[in-house]
């Protein structure tokens, strides 16, 4: 066999860039850039010769004027007189508030369906497979609107909460009454008590908004109270692993979290403001308006959905040989599930769980239905109409939503990274 | 012989006893109780919470139901009517409203003489997906399906009969470059110089071809504007359109995520990113706000057209995700086997690795589409008349249908749910056919 002394000097041919593997893969990207480039360029020039047209600028100035319209529910200090920035701000704390709650009741009631679901009771597996394919495959505007119909049509009015003397004197009950003796839901909103402070520490300003001094003192106390159980915690696992003996906890740690919180709000004097009826509506607490609950309760019974169909995947593909083998171990049931079936499951359902989260977030961007006041509603409502600033109003919020999802998804990925497997 | 066993041990018995029937607790309807309601106090509880559960539903909602009323031709007649029948203070549906303005929720304010012709496209698509859906119909079924999109667009909108026959053109040349390029040898340029044909000739040529031929022959039906469109011819409009541009467009998003090409790379995470980031709602006001800033001054497209990218954009971005899921549960010796067998990327992709991928993403891809449908009722926000509350809304506005609620929720997400229980219906049956193991 001969073997080429000088095997032919390779030289760089044009065509080279289209058949050789190695370098086609840098001639299709470079053309890929250009292409790229010359969009962005086309449409930012576009856009610059249709403001020019129509006489505008891009600029965020805006913000900073008077607003001028009214927001029925707020979350911190604001009025017509505030500027757009700040109406923009009240509308993203909305968004946040019916999205957090959403994503509380939604988990509750989701977790409970998927578990039900599973059980082997034939009546209530039936019932709940209902509920899920009910759910999911009609959209979730429908349930919102549904949801804003019941709020609005079926709850009573604020005047039959009355009781009139002539009703007392004859027994007759009003024709509608407080659900506790503490929440009134009628047409109007439903009020809901508020904690009072009657030594009140006051509030203080960030700047921004004002925040109770009471609230951060629970807090504080709160997370204090946390961090000292942790550290029992830990002292009974050491003494445990010492030992073999496990010190008793459970009262120790109960009253390291409640007891400090008890004295605080005594000191504090902590009591809940109930509303009352007082002329043509309800006096005192909370007045939650019906958009609000409409959205939370739309977006919770839709989302609870799909969150029990996760729930139920989670637990499912948790092979059984796992439960055996745990109780092969002589591990009792409960502590099979909590050391073995849930961390297992947790794995499977805590990232499609999240991302049910970040939906509902997105979803909530549906409150224009019903005239909740979220941040769609705000910025990209009212403002955008009020100002005509169609480009910087959309891309705002198209950014404050982006960035929202990017926080989510950005917990999601760390997380994912914690519990996963490790393989080779 | 009973005797001679009977001398010998005398306690043995010979004959069988006939089979005694179950104890009643193990049989039949109480054996099946037993097991799956009342298995223990825990389940019992469970069985009466559910029951009392569904004697409250339909002690609240049965007599509802039961007296609805069909013939009326407004709401106060029905109350009347309820009233009359079931005594005062009797409440009960007006399934009259439905009957009565049906039309509306199917067709929107399409033209009413030509509701044949949205009612023959929809008839046309199911014809066109079996052979798509059900593999065992006659291959040449095909047809029908590549020629769909032109037949619905023409029997939707309307207009000349020319303009999808232009368009159709297209892929012919391009077909007969690519093949003309092929058989050169110039395997790579035949697609390039192909695809960048057909856009040349999109572009500039189909327009002079489709008003020269209509020159010659006219031939055209009554145009139908946008705006009337409206209903469930709407959203299945937008859905069916939006479904079958982002799946491709999806499966190259995925294939883009995982390329070695660092800036395809880059380009589709961030088109991904981005758009599962912001709720469709601002994707759809871009396209009727802020699509006029972005495109050549004076131009003006439709209306649905934009819907219809903004939700195939949408979509696609999911879907991508969901794929790229599917890819990354191969196991990598299909790749390298693929690479062992000597075959190029899209070689591999179509015969090996997609096939696959595709097969373990069914479920996300359905669900996506489920949810993609569903999303088409967020038209509204745009100003276009959709089922669930534009067009509700627009019969609510009507002195007699005033104060209907509930009917036309039930109607309209009835229909929604038959159309998308069947879709996932149908992922269920594709997935039970494709699969391969345990057989």
């Known amino acids: ?424 | 012989m009973s005797d001679t066993h009977a001398e010998t041990v005398p306690y043995v018995r010979e004959t069988m006893l006939p089979q005694l029937a179950p104890p009643s607790s193990q049989a039949g309807a109480v054996k099946w109780l037993r097991e799956n309601l009342f298995s223990g106090w825990f389940n019992t509880l469970l069985t009466v919470l559910g029951a009392l559960v569904l004697v409250w539903l339909a002690v609240h909602f049965l007599p509802w139901f039961l007296h609805g009323v069909w013939n009326a031709n407004s709401v106060a007649e029905c109350r009347e009517a309820i009233a009359q029948a079931w005594g005062d203070g009797a409440t009960g549906a007006c399934w009259a409203v439905i009957r009565e303005r049906w039309p509306q929720f199917l067709f929107g304010f399409y033209p009413s003489e030509l509701y044949w012709r949205p009612v023959l496209a929809l008839v046309l698509l199911f014809a066109a997906l079996a052979p798509v859906l059900f593999p065992s119909l006659p291959r040449g079924m095909m047809a029908l399906t590549a020629l769909y999109p032109g037949l619905g667009y023409l029997l939707l909108w309307g207009g000349s009969f020319w303009f999808p026959v232009a368009v159709y053109l297209g892929f012919v040349i391009g077909y007969v470059v690519f093949t003309s390029l092929a058989k050169a040898g110039q395997a790579l340029l035949a697609p390039i110089l192909g695809g960048l044909v057909v856009l040349l000739y999109w572009l500039f040529l189909s327009g002079p071809v489709e008003r020269a031929l209509e020159a010659v022959i006219p031939l055209s039906i009554q145009s139908v504007p946008s705006n009337a469109f409206g209903g469930f011819v709407l959203s299945i409009t937008i859905g069916v359109a939006a479904i079958a541009l982002s799946l491709p467009m999806g499966i190259l998003l995925a294939l883009g995520r995982r390329s070695d090409m660092l800036l395809v790379k880059a380009l589709s995470v961030g088109f991904i990113e981005f758009i599962r980031g912001v709720p469709l709602i601002t994707l759809l006001f871009t396209a009727s706000l802020l699509l006029n800033y972005f495109l050549p001054p004076g131009t003006n497209f439709d209306i649905i057209l934009r819907v219809v990218i903004m939700v195939t954009f949408f979509s696609a971005a999911y879907i991508a995700e969901v794929i790229r899921g599917g890819l990354a549960a191969l196991p990598r010796g299909q790749y390298e086997a693929a690479d062992a067998l000597g075959l190029d990327y899209w070689k591999a992709m179509r015969l090996i690795i997609l096939p696959q991928a595709l097969k373990i993403s069914i479920p996300g891809i359905v669900s996506t589409f489920i949810g993609l449908f569903k999303d088409t009722t967020l038209v509204i926000f745009v100003g276009l008349l959709d089922p669930l509350k534009g067009i509700t809304d627009a019969v609510r506005a009507s002195i007699e249908w005033k104060g209907v609620y509930w009917e036309p929720f039930i109607f309209v997400g009835l229909i929604f749910f038959i159309f998308n229980f069947a879709m996932s219906r149908y992922s269920m049956h594709l997935e039970r056919r494709l699969r391969r193991e345990h057989r």
């Not at chain 1, 009025?79 to 009741?105: F, I």
């Not at chain 1, 439960?323 to 079936?341: D, K, Q, W, Y």
Request: proline share 4%; charged share 15%; hydrophobic share 50%.
């Open chain 1, 1 to 424: 066999m001969a073997i080429a002394e000088n095997p032919p000097k390779e030289t760089f041919r044009l065509s080279m860039l289209l058949y050789d593997t190695r370098y086609r893969s840098i001639t299709i990207q470079v053309i890929v850039l250009m292409l790229f480039m010359a969009g962005v360029a086309w449409l930012a020039d576009n856009a610059v010769r249709n403001l020019q047209a129509l006489g505008k600028d891009f600029n965020f100035g805006f913000l900073w004027n008077r607003s001028g319209y009214d927001i029925g529910q707020v979350l911190i200090q604001y009025s017509n007189d505030s500027s757009h920035a700040r109406a923009m701000l009240v509308g993203l704390l909305n968004t946040l508030l019916v999205a957090a709650m959403a994503c509380v009741a939604a988990t509750i009631l989701g977790v409970v369906i998927g578990v039900l679901r599973l059980s082997s009771n034939w009546l209530v597996g039936r019932l709940m497979t209902f509920y899920v394919e009910m759910f999911r495959n009609i959209p979730v505007l429908l349930w919102i609107l549904v949801a804003y119909a019941v709020f609005t049509e079926v709850t009573p009015q604020p005047r039959d909460f009355r009781v009139t003397p002539e009703m007392e004197a004859s027994g007759q009950a009003p024709a509608a009454s407080m659900i506790l003796d503490a929440i009134a839901v009628t047409n109007r909103g439903t009020s809901i008590p508020e904690p009072l402070f009657s030594r009140s520490l006051g509030n203080i300003s960030l700047g921004i908004f004002d925040v109770s001094v009471d609230l951060i003192a629970v807090l504080i106390v709160l997370a204090g109270g946390l961090w000292a159980r942790r550290a029992l915690n830990t002292h009974a696992n050491k003494v445990q692993n010492a030992t073999g003996v496990r010190p008793v906890t459970w009262w120790k740690s109960l009253l390291l979290v409640f007891g400090p919180l008890a004295v605080l709000l005594a000191v504090l004097g902590f009591h809940l403001g109930l509303p009352e009826l007082a002329g043509f509506n309800f006096q005192g607490g909370i007045l939650v308006s019906n958009s609000l609950m409409a959205l939370w309760l739309g977006l919770t019974l839709y989302t609870a959905a799909f969150i029990a169909e996760i729930v139920r995947a989670g637990i499912a593909a948790i092979s059984k040989g796992q439960s055996e083998a745990a109780f092969a171990l002589g591990l009792r049931p409960n502590r099979t599930m909590n050391l073995v079936i849930l961390p297992q499951a947790l794995r499977v359902i805590v990232p499609p769980l999240i991302s049910q989260y970040l939906n509902i977030t997105k979803n909530s961007s549906l409150a224009i239905a019903v005239g909740y006041m979220d941040l769609r509603g705000t910025l990209g409502g009212i403002t955008l109409n009020q100002t005509g600033r169609e480009l910087e109003c959309v891309l705002l919020m198209m950014l404050i939503y982006l960035t929202i999802s990017l926080l989510i998804s950005g917990v999601m990925n760390a997380y994912n990274n914690r519990v996963r497997l490790k393989e080779r």
